[in-house]
T-cell receptor, first 111, second 112 residues
């Protein structure tokens, strides 16, 4: 079974803080993704990576950056958290263009 | 502009009846479609998929139908069970592209 884990289930941060969200997958998948989920908007792609040290912007990359130093790990960074970044963050991984497998999500609240 | 749309934010169905969830897309080049199910406080889990060379795919109580001319996808759940209550997302992708486009989700409530 594919396992995608995220470092925190719930996180509360203050405006202006730097925030790191970590994601690890154990199936040697090439591709990894970061989404945010907001009511009425579904899942929106922030960034994705198709190889180590490679990254591509998704639909809403503003205010975010990513890092992929190892194949199994994909980090999402909020350089200076803002209240409009309060959301559910979901990490996913896939092999090629196949099904994406999701982690449990991190509920981030920015005060 | 959203390329994948789920126009019904919610659906309520009696246990044992059929649930039909709908999804429309705008890009005729999409050739792989999936449905995901999401419970609160959990990540989405893969439910069923269909490629554009087929018009139907079945897995137990779940059937996905694809109408390419109408650019329409539907998920049928028969019979519906209370445990099916969740948010359902449809997604689409282009062949050999890794990016999926997700709809906004439909919250299904199956009443006992």
């Amino acid at each position: 079974d594919v396992k995608v884990t995220q470092s925190s289930r719930y996180l509360v941060k203050r405006t202006g803080e730097k925030v790191f969200l970590e994601c690890v997958q154990d199936m040697d998948h090439e591709n990894m993704f970061w989404y945010r989920q907001d009511p009425g908007l579904g899942l929106r792609l922030i960034y994705f990576s198709y190889d180590v040290k490679m990254k591509e912007k998704g639909d809403i990359p503003e205010g975010y950056s990513v890092s992929r130093e190892k194949k199994e790990r994909f980090s999402l960074i909020l350089e200076s958290a803002s209240t409009n970044q309060t959301s559910m963050y979901l990490c996913a991984s896939s092999l090629g263009s196949n099904t994406q497998y999701f982690g449990p999500g991190t509920r981030l609240t920015v005060l | 502009d959203q390329q994948v749309k789920q126009n019904s934010p919610s659906l309520s169905v009696q246990e044992g009846r059929i649930s039909i969830l709908n999804c429309d897309y705008t890009n005729s080049m999409f050739d792989y479609f999936l449905w995901y199910k999401k419970y609160p406080a959990e990540g989405p889990t893969f439910l069923i998929s269909i490629s554009s060379i087929k018009d139907k795919n079945e897995d137990g109580r779940f059937t996905v139908f694809l109408n390419k001319s109408a650019k329409h996808l539907s998920l049928h759940i028969v019979p519906s069970q209370p445990g099916d209550s969740a948010v359902y997302f449809c997604a689409a992708s282009l062949y050999n592209f890794n990016k999926f486009y997700f709809g906004s989700g439909t919250k299904l409530n199956v009443k006992p």
